[in-house]
């Protein structure tokens, strides 16, 4: 079958609105948090607890630094107290006691099963060259996020301080002998690196390799504060390796969670009794059964939709070309919401409702703000829609720009 190019120019009226009904998971976001000296005084201040509570319930999954627990009772019972009166309950995973002396601690994964599921976990071997005070120990979860990403190691570290740069060097170390291991090597790294004031300074970063191996991109940068005391210190941070993996964390969503400002917790004594620390997170994309993507950053959302050859048989191609394109502007935001919404309906093979949900949930979040599209001239944009079907790929992907004047 030969199709010649064929531009179509349709303006539609508000035709009513066709709700889509596909479901696109929610990001998913991930955190770490150095809970300070995290132990049975601490888990005995219920104000405290009930406060630690609301802060995880952030979080899809959460890795708790510094559990102190000789009895191993803690980490259970504050499972207990994130699921008391939650149906959508957590899990908890978690290492050994690791230390070198009778100082130990545990690293805590609490995570939602209704989001992810650990598909295995690792505890890192230092025995031979015992670089760390608290060797990482590695879980492997897989779930709802982006579905080009099948799973990924989530490794966490909290630091010596005096030893924070030859750990965080050693990380690199860790990273490769689980990628070697286990074949993955999409990873997030994330905790209390004590990566800053006085245990990391400008000149040490020569020396870690984490910092200078193109493979790993730091999140959270020298600038971030991460402590909740009068300190300016980016001691936890968050680093991403795998083209997966950094495909899958959205732009600019990771940062520490001032929980203090967020929750008005004005009481300086209560901020110190939680923590001197602040968590750090990062938003993954959540889960879809399509491919999405935003094609012109910050100004055009795009969904791409398999078709067969008989569901372009209502439109018309000529004898040259693979494809057809057609494309209408609309004046505001909310008419092409009612145009793409019209589309859908009467052209469910080209645009699904699934594929309409997804595109407006990307809208609805934020996928076609850019900083540069502001005010009145954000509003003076028009938005266009344009339908562009590929037979040879059995593809049709419907893609909302909007354009501004100072484009
Ligand atoms: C929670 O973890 C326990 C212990 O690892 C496991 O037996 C249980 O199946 C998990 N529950 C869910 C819902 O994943
Ligand atoms: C872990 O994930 C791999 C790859 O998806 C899968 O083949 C394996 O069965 C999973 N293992 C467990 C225990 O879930
Ligand atoms: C760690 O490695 C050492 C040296 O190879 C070995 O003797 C030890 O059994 C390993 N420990 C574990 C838990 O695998
Ligand atoms: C083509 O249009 C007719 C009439 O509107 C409609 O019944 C049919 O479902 C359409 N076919 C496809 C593949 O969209
Ligand atoms: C918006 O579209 C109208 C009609 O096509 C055109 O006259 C106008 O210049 C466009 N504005 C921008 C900012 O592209």
């Keep these: 079958m030969g199709w010649s190019p064929f531009a179509l120019v349709v303006i539609f009226a508000a035709l009513g609105s066709a709700q889509g009904t596909g479901t696109v998971q929610n990001p998913v976001r991930i955190g770490a948090w150095n809970l300070q000296r995290f132990g049975p005084t601490k888990m ?3 104000e405290v607890v009930a406060k630690i509570v609301q802060v995880m319930r952030k979080y899809d999954i959460i890795v708790i630094l510094e559990v102190v627990d000789a009895d191993e009772q803690v980490p259970g019972l504050l499972l207990n107290a994130l699921n008391s009166g939650l149906t959508n309950t957590y899990n908890l995973t978690i290492s050994r006691r690791l230390g070198r002396t009778s100082y130990q601690e545990q690293y805590a994964f609490y995570w939602k099963p209704s989001v992810v599921r650990v598909n295995f976990t690792y505890q890192y071997n230092d025995t031979v060259l015992d670089k760390f005070q608290f060797e990482p120990f590695i879980v492997v979860f897989e ?10 190691g989530f490794i966490p570290l909290h630091a010596k301080p005096s030893d924070a740069v030859p750990e965080i060097d ?17 990873v997030i790294i994330a905790g209390d690196f004590n990566a800053g004031c006085t245990y990391v300074g400008g000149n040490d970063y020569p020396k870690i390799r984490l910092f200078t191996d193109p493979r790993f991109t730091w999140l959270i940068s020298d600038h971030a504060d991460t402590t909740t005391e ?3 210190c980016p001691y936890d941070r968050i680093v991403a390796a795998g083209n997966k993996m950094l495909s899958a964390t959205y ?6 969670y001032y929980f203090d400002e967020d929750l008005g917790i004005t009481n300086a004594a209560l901020v110190d009794d939680i923590s001197d620390h602040y968590p750090v997170e990062v938003l993954l994309k959540g889960s879809s059964t399509i491919d999405s993507s935003k094609v012109h950053p910050g100004t055009s959302i795009s969904v791409a939709i398999s078709v067969t050859p008989a569901d372009l048989s209502n439109f018309s191609f000529s004898s040259t070309t693979n494809f057809m394109v057609m494309s209408w502007v609309s004046p505001n935001a909310a008419a092409a919401v009612s145009s793409i919404e019209a589309f859908s309906q009467s052209n469910p093979n080209i645009l699904s409702a699934e594929g309409l949900a997804v595109l407006l949930y990307k809208y609805n979040n934020g996928g076609l703000t ?3 599209l502001h005010g009145e001239y954000y509003q003076q944009g028009n938005h266009t829609v344009t339908v562009h079907c590929n037979s040879d790929h059995n593809l ?3 893609t909302w720009t909007v354009f501004t004047p100072i484009n």
């Design 44 to 46: 005995g201040k219920p």
């Design 143 to 152: 779930g709802k996020f982006d579905r080009n990403l099948p799973r990924f």
């Design 170 to 186: 050693a990380l690199v170390d860790v990273y490769n002998t689980f990628k070697q291991e286990t074949g993955i090597e999409d």
């Design 230 to 232: 009068a300190t300016t």
């Design 251 to 256: 732009d600019n969503t990771a940062q520490p």
């Design 370 to 372: 850019d900083s540069t």
């Design 396 to 398: 049709c992907t419907t």
